[in-house]
């Protein structure tokens, strides 16, 4: 798995390339002398810890027989005062409709952040994740 | 910080938006069902690496009152036996254009990928971060 960066703008606006040919943009904070355009790079990562998410529990209930229609994934970060700024917890609030059992649901969750997502599990074990969910 | 993802299509084609209304696509894998359009969850990741990286070294180079006119960024995953192929090893491979110092530029690489890089510092300490670099 392999991702090219290349700058676009001076001073910090990238063109993000995966092996695909799919794109998008990333960029510093404005804080820092971004221009705000794109992703900030630990949005990505918010980014990717949803995505899997949400693809996960979409496997898990489906194995489950719950019949989700259709799922939002709301990713929040919280980060700490090291020269790093690293992550100190992520929380996702998963909106499920759909004929779903809340029990199967609260269990896929958990499966899903706890063992599957490949992304949570690739993030530092001292973060806290959290998680609550809706179902309309 | 704050992502939102909403379905697209079915199966797991994702738009995901900033809070600056930046959107990109996510998918799953085409081996479980995804259409290949976008960017894959643990792609985001290492688009986040890249990004953060970048954006540290181009900071500390000029610190160090080092010329880099220019910089891309290789990054590249491998993933373990785990059921969640959490990554297990991201290595980064720098191309800087500039009048450069080699040993500051190692220098400035160490410190951004051990110091400085939100996303490697908020990743499993047991991932193994290695770079190489060329100066053009």
Redesign the interface.
Same mark, same amino acid.
């Given at each position: 798995?392999?991702?090219?960066?290349?700058?676009l703008e001076e001073?910090?606006l990238?063109n993000?390339e995966?092996s695909?040919g799919?794109v998008?943009?990333?960029?510093?904070n404005q804080d820092?002398g +971004?221009s705000?355009?794109?992703?900030?790079?630990?949005?990505?990562?918010?980014? +990717?810890?949803?995505?899997?998410a949400?693809?996960d529990l979409?496997?898990i209930l489906k194995k489950q027989r719950q019949n989700a229609s259709?799922?939002?994934?709301?990713?929040? +970060?919280?980060?700490d005062d090291?020269?790093?700024?690293?992550?100190n917890a992520i929380s996702f609030h998963f909106s499920i409709q759909g004929e779903v059992d809340e029990n199967k649901l609260g269990r896929a969750i958990s499966l899903a952040l706890e063992?599957?997502?490949?992304?949570?599990?690739?993030?530092?074990?001292n973060?806290i994740i959290e998680s609550t969910y809706k179902i309309n």
């Open positions: 798995m392999e991702i090219k960066l290349t700058r001073p910090f990238f993000v995966n695909n799919a998008l943009l990333s960029n510093a820092i +971004g705000g355009k794109g992703f900030r790079p630990m949005e990505l990562v918010l980014a +990717g810890a949803g995505g899997c949400a693809i979409l496997l259709d799922v939002q994934v709301l990713v929040t +970060g919280k980060r090291s020269p790093a700024k690293a992550f063992k599957y997502c490949s992304v949570v599990q690739s993030l530092d074990k973060i």
